[in-house]
């Protein structure tokens, strides 16, 4: 069973749609995360949920706007996208310790 | 807030040969200190955590890192590297809460035969 799963695992799309990531994590953990990796591997958190609350936006644009609908799933909609939005996008969760990381989306905008 | 710095962006080394990684932060406050492994097209899995006790933490595939505080440093190192071990490693910090983690650029492992 995989801990924490991401759909899709690759996603392209035109500038200007509107798109979503899902997330699941069957660990039982509280806290789950979205980081976006660009095209330099560099990791920047932008959401951050404590039992289905958000407790920290990193000034991510409002296009971006996650969704808990129970501490288990945290999905990821994205409007109008951009072609600066392409990216890997990870899910993750932790239960008060290291993040478990998903395998990640690779968005591609065109 | 917190910084973390890897100081080599890509760090070439042959089988078998020694390896050091190293990870520098910047904190007011007392932190919790990690290395990931990412291989091609995957995603990040744990090595390693300090969180407290001993300061020199064993992690798996055989690496280890050292927690000095004084230093503001979480180096980590292998003895001897394989092929395998390809990849990049990726330094974090986080807060007693885990509300977030803060990532360092990444240092791309390359392990040449």
């Known amino acids: 069973d995989t801990a924490v799963s991401q759909t899709p695992k690759y996603l392209v799309t035109q500038m200007g749609n509107d798109k979503s990531i899902k997330c699941e994590q069957n660990l039982g953990h509280d806290t789950m995360y979205w980081y976006k990796q660009d095209s330099k591997k560099f990791l920047k958190i932008m959401f951050s949920?404590?039992?289905?609350?958000?407790?920290i936006n990193e000034t991510v644009p409002n296009r971006f706007s996650p969704k808990s609908p129970d501490k288990a799933h945290l999905n990821l909609h994205i409007n109008s996208l951009e072609l600066g939005d392409s990216a890997v996008y990870f899910c993750?969760?932790?239960?008060?310790?290291?993040?478990?990381f998903g395998s990640g989306t690779r968005l591609t905008v065109v | 807030a917190q910084s973390v710095t890897q100081l080599d962006s890509q760090v070439p080394v042959f089988e078998e040969a020694p390896v050091e990684l190293r990870c520098n932060y910047s904190?007011?406050?007392?932190?919790?200190l990690f290395w990931y492994v990412q291989y091609p097209n995957q995603g990040l899995q744990l090595l390693l955590k300090?969180?407290?006790?001993?300061?020199l933490v064993k992690g798996i595939n055989g690496f280890e890192a050292e927690f000095n505080k004084s230093q503001t440093s979480f180096h980590l190192r292998k003895p001897s590297v394989h092929i395998s071990d390809t990849a990049e490693y990726f330094c974090a910090v986080s807060r007693d809460n885990f509300n977030k983690f803060y990532f360092g650029s990444g240092t791309k492992l390359n392990v040449k035969p």
């Open positions: 993750a969760s932790s239960q008060g310790g290291p993040g478990t």
């Open positions: 949920y404590n039992n289905k609350e958000l407790i």
């Open positions: 904190s007011s406050v007392s932190v919790y």
């Open positions: 300090y969180l407290s006790g001993s300061t």
